[in-house]
């Protein structure tokens, strides 16, 4: 019985070591750089903590309503009023895609295909 | 550890009761609501009471002017690959005999066979939305022929249905085949199809479509075909005009003065 056991440790080792890589392999890896916010300004459109969870819904629902149903104003909570786009209301304030969107996206493997078709600010600047 | 046959029902019967909680008791753990948007909506500026059409015509029309097919296809970053394979267009001049087939005999000679202005005709009753499974491509409450482009998955289902010919597929990435990018338009990506939208963004905002703003000769009419003051219903009634393809029922918004 004890035999047997033992004869699985090695195994065993191997098979942790394997399913823990991405745990020792980011060891002393640098910290992931935070994004670069609007200096000067205190909150989104909405607060921040909204907006942490919620923008990439809030973009999807502003394309549906804005292509689909053709609402091009979204009103705050505050009841201000910003055009729904990307590009013209949170690329105004946000105004680097690598400061910004792009640090925490390739941190965490997501890929946006938004810029596949949108202009991000940089590329605006160099046209 | 312990784990007797009695724990083991007990806690099967603690998560089968969880779980016909159904949405309340993920709600119990997950908290927020999954609907971003607190206070949206306004008023939408499709207008179901409108239906906005076009005239062409085509006697106004200048050999070798081509000033409405360049305003369009660089406000909209149509790209240009240089081979009749990959052609992107959404407005352009075809021959007289593709459009209205059996309608040109030789005897016209050489206004028989005139290149015609051609897009999309804005189909009252539009085969390809019919077709689109994503319903990428859809008509809008103001008879615009709409596509979105974040929804199509290029299936070119819309192509085949079109009986006129008028949609593009990208088959390669479009942005390298652009002469001159406009960043307040954007692009669109390989493997999407595309159209003419009757410049939705402009007429959304009160403008006139570009081609229409630009051709210096007016052959291009844009109006509210539901409004009977309007210029083009004016046209329609004083003028003789023809459509293609009428036969099958699509009904386009595009009339063309010959």
């Given at each position: 019985?004890?035999?047997?056991?033992?004869?699985?440790?090695?195994?065993?080792?191997?098979?942790?070591?394997?399913?823990?890589?991405?745990?020792?392999?980011?060891?002393?890896?640098?910290?992931?750089?935070?994004?670069?916010?609007?200096?000067?300004?205190?909150?989104?459109?909405?607060?921040?903590?909204y907006m942490r969870i919620n923008h990439m819904?809030?973009?999807?629902?502003?394309?549906?309503?804005?292509?689909?149903?053709?609402?091009?104003?979204?009103?705050?909570?505050?009841?201000?009023?910003?055009?729904?786009?990307?590009v013209k209301t949170c690329m105004n304030c946000?105004?680097?895609?690598e400061k910004f969107c792009e640090r925490c996206?390739?941190?965490?493997?997501?890929?946006?295909?938004?810029?596949?078709?949108?202009?991000?600010?940089?590329?605006?600047?160099?046209? | 550890?312990?784990?007797?046959?009695?724990?083991?029902?007990?806690?099967?019967?603690?998560?089968?009761?969880?779980?016909?909680?159904?949405?309340?008791?993920?709600?119990?753990?997950?908290?927020?609501?999954?609907?971003?948007?607190?206070?949206?909506?306004?008023?939408?500026?499709?207008?179901?009471?409108?239906?906005?059409?076009?005239?062409?015509?085509?006697?106004?029309?200048?050999?070798?002017?081509?000033?409405?097919?360049?305003?369009?296809?660089?406000?909209?970053?149509?790209?240009?690959?240089?081979?009749?394979?990959?052609?992107?267009?959404?407005?352009?001049?075809?021959?007289?005999?593709?459009?209205?087939?059996?309608?040109?005999?030789?005897?016209?000679?050489?206004?028989?066979?005139?290149?015609?202005?051609?897009?999309?005709?804005?189909?009252?009753?539009?085969?390809?939305?019919?077709?689109?499974?994503?319903?990428?491509?859809?008509?809008?409450?103001?008879?615009?022929?709409?596509?979105?482009?974040?929804?199509?998955?290029?299936?070119?289902?819309?192509?085949?249905?079109?009986?006129?010919?008028?949609?593009?597929?990208?088959?390669?990435?479009?942005?390298?085949?652009?002469?001159?990018?406009?960043?307040?338009?954007?692009?669109?990506?390989?493997?999407?199809?595309?159209?003419?939208?009757?410049?939705?963004?402009?007429?959304?905002?009160?403008?006139?479509?570009?081609?229409?703003?630009?051709?210096?000769?007016?052959?291009?009419?844009?109006?509210?075909?539901?409004?009977?003051?309007?210029?083009?219903?004016?046209?329609?009634?004083?003028?003789?005009?023809?459509?293609?393809?009428?036969?099958?029922?699509?009904?386009?918004?595009?009339?063309?003065?010959?």
């Amino acid at each position: 019985m004890i035999k047997s056991i033992i004869k699985v440790i090695p195994a065993l080792a191997i098979f942790l070591a394997i399913v823990s890589i991405p745990f020792w392999m980011n060891l002393g890896a640098e910290e992931m750089e935070k994004p670069e916010l609007p200096s000067g300004m205190s909150e989104c459109i909405e607060s921040r903590e909204y907006m942490r969870i919620n923008h990439m819904k809030m973009l999807d629902e502003w394309r549906d309503e804005s292509v689909r149903k053709s609402e091009h104003f979204y009103t705050n909570s505050k009841g201000q009023k910003f055009e729904k786009s990307l590009v013209k209301t949170c690329m105004n304030c946000h105004s680097s895609q690598e400061k910004f969107c792009e640090r925490c996206h390739s941190s965490v493997g997501v890929k946006n295909y938004c810029w596949d078709c949108h202009f991000t600010p940089e590329q605006m600047e160099a046209k | 550890m312990k784990f007797n046959r009695g724990q083991f029902l007990k806690l099967t019967a603690l998560s089968a009761a969880f779980g016909l909680g159904g949405k309340k008791a993920i709600s119990l753990i997950a908290g927020n609501e999954l609907r971003a948007a607190p206070g949206t909506s306004s008023a939408p500026a499709a207008d179901p009471k409108k239906r906005w059409g076009m005239t062409i015509e085509m006697g106004k029309c200048k050999e070798g002017c081509n000033e409405c097919i360049t305003a369009c296809h660089t406000t909209h970053n149509v790209p240009d690959h240089g081979n009749p394979k990959d052609e992107v267009k959404w407005i352009w001049k075809e021959k007289k005999s593709k459009i209205f087939g059996e309608q040109v005999h030789p005897y016209a000679e050489k206004n028989g066979d005139k290149p015609f202005l051609y897009m999309c005709l804005q189909c009252d009753e539009p085969p390809c939305t019919r077709v689109c499974p994503v319903n990428a491509t859809f008509p809008r409450e103001d008879g615009i022929v709409m596509m979105d482009f974040h929804r199509c998955i290029g299936c070119r289902f819309c192509m085949a249905a079109c009986p006129y010919g008028c949609r593009s597929f990208n088959f390669r990435d479009p942005r390298p085949a652009i002469k001159e990018l406009d960043t307040s338009y954007p692009t669109r990506s390989m493997g999407v199809v595309e159209k003419c939208n009757f410049c939705n963004e402009r007429v959304d905002k009160g403008n006139l479509p570009a081609c229409v703003e630009t051709c210096p000769e007016k052959v291009l009419t844009f109006g509210d075909l539901n409004d009977e003051n309007s210029e083009i219903r004016e046209i329609l009634r004083t003028r003789e005009t023809i459509q293609p393809k009428t036969e099958l029922g699509t009904k386009p918004s595009v009339f063309y003065i010959v």
